[in-house]
């Protein structure tokens, strides 16, 4: 049996707990705290777990006797545990309410193979558990979760090396950091080449991440400890102190969620140079200023940021000043789960000094004449293999390129030539098969999404700028 069966076994429970009223979007979580428990023991490291609350305590009861026992084992590890086994259970309740369902979940998880499971890796497991919730669409997960594929072709393109302090400011369940680890022991024979004390400098040191909502922070720390990963996991708000108070880093690698403050995205960061309600524009000044001198990032972005006017141009301005904005990917449609939202990978190196950095932008178009992805067109690390041929074996962006012209997918940009556009990075020259543009095609529940994403987007910046307007009155 492979990771692949496995995780259609756990998938199949849902069904169990859809039968005791559990949304999908309870659903990983509530069953993260059995695996652990269970996978706690089939890698011999009970010891973490306090005496009488491990996985044979709550198998060796039944009944109403079982879930008690059970809400009292989430109780006790959030409170008594310690270090990543409380993170994990911090704030743990269950939403079981059926002695029967939770038995079953008990039962089926024991009658796992679990001995291919070690075989395969339950770190691949459960991040498999994690892109079959995200791929649910009534799970609403796919915000928390970005294609593995594309993650595959930014973490080969950047390159993180050991050494390097790496970090994920809006983590979500981590799969950045837990690939880039992979490519970094790929690359050191699984660390062996390392010496002792960078050895322990990649496993403790190496990485960072910041996590907002609570649940999600859950299924983040169960990945990365499942990877065998260490370091330093934030629950936290990127946007108020956590952010301000991260240390530089070497890359940066990041999804930053959709939309904007409002629901959660906290106040803008006094740091800030630039003020803005807008989330995506706030954690692109935070990874072009987290960056060290010559540092590399990676990050995701809808297309909103590459046109907004406004701040949103002052805020590019001041990357293409600080950073060489060397590379932008225009993503395809339908590799996210939000409707309506089109994306982007922009790629920057930041400078040894603020001026005059980015003198050329290269865009590579893989959204034209693509097809429309989803559960019967999967993305797959194909897709991506001549974007990664074009961009060339320095992660700096600085490898010769070749401008395909207008019939080509690559092309270069000069940055006067950007300028003179206003500095609008929203760069497009391929037609159609059809003669129709991506807009005119979308649906329309992507129309409205799109509409609703930019009135929200001008409603927060008129809320920012009257705060402003009422502080400076505050001040006469």
């Not at 590890?77 to 079981?96: E, H, M």
């Not at 796919?142 to 993180?160: A, D, N, W």
């Not at 050494?163 to 690939?179: S, Y």
């Amino acid at each position: 049996m492979n990771t692949q069966d496995i995780v259609a076994k756990l998938w199949s429970m849902c069904h169990v707990l859809r039968d005791d009223g559990i949304t999908y979007q309870d659903y990983v979580t509530e069953l993260t705290y059995l695996l652990f428990l269970k996978m706690m023991k089939e890698t011999n490291e009970e010891g973490a777990l306090p005496k009488g609350y491990r996985w044979d305590d709550l198998v060796g009861k039944e009944g109403i006797e079982q879930l008690n026992f059970y809400r009292e084992q989430l109780v006790h590890l959030g409170t008594s545990a310690k270090g990543r086994v409380q993170s994990i259970f911090s704030n743990a309740n269950s939403s079981l309410k059926k002695p029967k369902n939770l038995l079953k979940l008990v039962t089926d998880i024991d009658g796992l193979d679990w001995y291919s499971a070690r075989s395969e890796g339950l770190g691949d497991l459960y991040e498999g558990l994690l892109e079959k919730n995200a791929a649910e669409k009534k799970s609403g997960a796919g915000q928390y979760f970005t294609p593995r594929p594309l993650i595959e072709c930014m973490v080969h393109c950047i390159k993180p090396q050991h050494g390097e302090i790496i970090q994920d400011p809006a983590a979500g369940t981590g799969g950045f950091l837990t690939h880039a680890d992979r490519y970094i022991k790929e690359q050191t024979d699984d660390l062996f080449d390392l010496s002792t004390e960078e050895q322990k400098f990649q496993k403790r040191k190496a990485f960072y991440a910041i996590e907002l909502v609570d649940d999600t922070h859950r299924l983040l720390m169960m990945n990365v400890m499942l990877h065998g990963m260490d370091g330093t996991f934030i629950a936290g708000d990127t946007m108020g102190d956590t952010g301000k108070d991260l240390c530089k880093a070497d890359v940066i690698l990041t999804n930053p969620p959709f939309g904007t403050k409002r629901g959660g995205g906290g106040p803008t960061r006094d740091d800030f140079t630039f003020i803005t309600g807008n989330k995506q524009l706030g954690f692109l000044q935070h990874i072009y200023r987290g960056l060290k001198p010559g540092g590399r990032a990676a990050v995701v972005l809808p297309d909103n940021v590459l046109f907004e006017e406004g701040v949103g141009t002052k805020i590019r301005a001041d990357l293409m000043d600080k950073c060489n904005l060397h590379t932008i990917l225009r993503l395809p449609t339908g590799i996210f789960y939000a409707q309506g939202v089109k994306t982007n990978v922009l790629f920057f190196t930041r400078g040894k000094t603020d001026n005059g950095n980015t003198k050329r932008t290269w865009v590579y178009d893989l959204r034209t004449n693509m097809p429309a992805f989803g559960k019967r067109t999967p993305l797959t690390v194909e897709h991506f293999a001549e974007f990664e041929k074009c961009y060339g074996k320095k992660s700096d962006g600085t490898s010769k390129r070749k401008d395909q012209g207008e019939e080509g997918r690559f092309r270069c940009f000069e940055r006067q030539a950007i300028a003179e556009r206003g500095d609008n990075l929203d760069i497009s020259w391929l037609k159609d098969d059809d003669g129709a543009g991506n807009n005119e095609l979308a649906e329309p529940e992507e129309i409205a999404a799109m509409i609703r994403e930019r009135l929200s987007t001008a409603l927060e910046e008129m809320d920012a700028l009257t705060a402003l307007l009422e502080g400076e009155e505050a001040g006469v």
